[in-house]
Nanobody, 123 residues
Framework: QVQLVESGGGLVQAGDSLRVSCAAS????????IGWFRQAPGKEREFVAA????????YYAGSVKGRFTISRDNAKNTAYLQMNSLKPEDTAVYYC????????????????WGQGTQVTVSS
């Protein structure tokens, strides 16, 4: 089992950058696929990005590709989402999630979830 804790959210202006982090407990962090999802008020949770354990495979949603970068440091049991050129439509609660399955954009494939961190982008 793994526990996830997000941090680093906040209020920024459009065009700014922000990095959110996901700290994981447990000794098998490198074996999990890590995904980032987000949920804006009144909207369904949506996929943002995912990375596998060690092969360096990454997936991105079209809306963030080229602006966001997912990474992980297995030695620190931490994953990151670097967000550049932020837009007001990026405003949401951002969640990290861990999966024991293959890398996927589907939230149902993820077994463990953090509590989320709020990212607000003002125009």
């Amino acid at each position: 089992q793994v526990q996830l804790v997000e941090s680093g959210g906040g209020l920024v202006q459009a065009g700014d950058s922000l990095r959110v982090s996901c700290a994981a407990s447990g000794r098998t962090f490198s074996s999990y696929v890590i995904g980032w999802f987000r949920q804006a008020p009144g909207k369904e949770r949506e996929f943002v990005a995912a990375t596998d354990g060690s092969a360096g495979i990454t997936y991105y949603a079209g809306s963030v590709k080229g602006r966001f970068t997912i990474s992980r440091d297995n030695a620190k049991n931490t994953a990151y989402l670097q967000m550049n050129s932020l837009k007001p439509e990026d405003t949401a609660v951002y969640y990290c999630a861990a999966s024991r399955s293959r890398i996927s954009t589907m939230s149902s494939r993820y077994d463990y979830w953090g509590q989320g961190t709020q990212v607000t982008v003002s125009s």
